[in-house]
């Protein structure tokens, strides 16, 4: 069963955000809690986003989760990226 530590938590609600099953619930503008816990499935999305570490899961070991960098971006790069995807379609007269 995910467990939330409050103590730890900094209301940032990003596993409000990235849960598939809507365990998590917000109360106010910054304040996590866990709603639904048997509908947990294990994805492991929230305890990935979760930067104080304040989730746990017993199926979901700390071990098993490596740190992310962080990725700066520069703006002129990502621009340059965005205009450079191209998508074309091409429709047909026929009927749908």
Sequence with gaps: MI???????????EC??????YVFAADGPASARVR???QC???GHCIAVCGPDALSH???PPEQFEPLPPVT?????????FL???SIRHYTADPV
């Design 84 to 86: 450079s995807r191209r």
């Design 16 to 21: 409000v955000g990235v849960c598939p099953n």
């Design 41 to 43: 499935c294990a994805c």
């Design 58 to 60: 017993p199926e979901l």
């Design 73 to 81: 971006i520069p703006a002129e790069a990502l621009k340059t990226l």
């Design 3 to 13: 467990t939330l530590d409050t103590n730890l938590c900094n209301d940032c609600l």
């Design 36 to 38: 639904y816990p048997d």
